[in-house]
């Protein structure tokens, strides 16, 4: 009876393993190095087409060109949207940077057969799905929003804090803590999550369950790095303005 009940436990469902990376040691710090290896991929593919997009400018534009002006206009009036006419210009390439960046990475996990490449420990995946990753463009939104607000208001930016009254000075600090946290969880959960599903659906019914779970694992992707750019220039903006401030012209 006992190894009737053990028998279940030996069957090789599945060799999905969590927590195995490639670690780099690089000082005293130790990094997962599929992470940076994906990530510089993504990177040099955002740099190659702004290259070629920029190569040979065009008056009527066409093929890549085309396509990068059409990214332009979208996170332009993004910007835009959330940031104000007089005020989002100077963060259009800071929000861009973010969108197109967790864009091409959520797709590339979705579209490029990353698990083909055997790695000795762990294996690639996007660099969204990772932890590590979302904290730190979740960390940069957050130095954004306080250089934002410091060099427009400069020291009266702190004043904020204790805006109606004083009391509600620990409310203010930690909903300064729980913006980063909100946008960097709400990224790597949804990213993690659609790979998982995939992954499972994959080994459980190989041929046509997961394609459209694939597309709508696309689409989610294109949302989530949407998403992301959003709250980061409402964060700059809130920052810039203040809650509930309005300006006047004089």
Do not use: C
């Not at 390439?93 to 990475?105: A, D, E, K």
């Not at 990772?130 to 400069?154: C, P, R």
């Not at 599903?197 to 696309?218: D, E, Y």
Request: aromatic share 12%.
């Amino acid at each position: 009876m006992l190894n009737f009940l053990d028998a279940p436990n030996s069957l090789p469902i599945a060799s999905l393993e969590v927590g195995h990376h490639l670690y780099w040691q690089i000082g005293d710090l130790k990094v997962h190095g599929q992470v940076f290896l994906v990530s510089w991929f993504v990177i040099a593919l955002l740099v190659g087409a702004s290259l070629l997009a920029t190569r040979n400018i065009q008056r009527i534009p066409s093929g890549i060109q085309n396509l990068m002006e059409y990214a332009l206009e979208f996170v332009r009036d993004l910007a835009r949207n959330q940031l104000g006419e007089k005020d989002y210009r100077p963060w259009v390439p800071f929000i861009g940077t973010l969108f197109l960046f967790i864009f091409v990475s959520n797709w590339s996990g979705a579209l490029i057969p990353w698990k083909l490449i055997k790695l000795p420990e762990g294996e690639l995946a996007a660099p969204t799905n990772d932890i590590n990753t979302t904290v730190a463009l979740a960390l940069l939104v957050s130095l954004a929003y306080f250089y934002a607000g410091f060099s427009k208001k400069g020291l009266g930016y702190f004043a904020k804090y204790i805006q109606p009254t004083p009391i509600l000075l620990p409310i203010a600090i930690l909903e300064d803590f729980t913006k980063p946290l909100s946008l960097s969880f709400r990224l790597f959960g949804n990213i993690l999550a659609d790979e998982l599903v995939v992954a499972v659906l994959v080994l459980l019914v190989p041929l046509f369950v997961p394609l459209p779970v694939m597309l709508l694992g696309l689409f989610t992707s294109a949302i989530q790095a949407l998403v992301f750019a959003t709250l980061a220039a409402a964060y700059i903006h809130e920052a810039i303005e203040g809650h509930g401030e309005e300006e006047h012209a004089p």
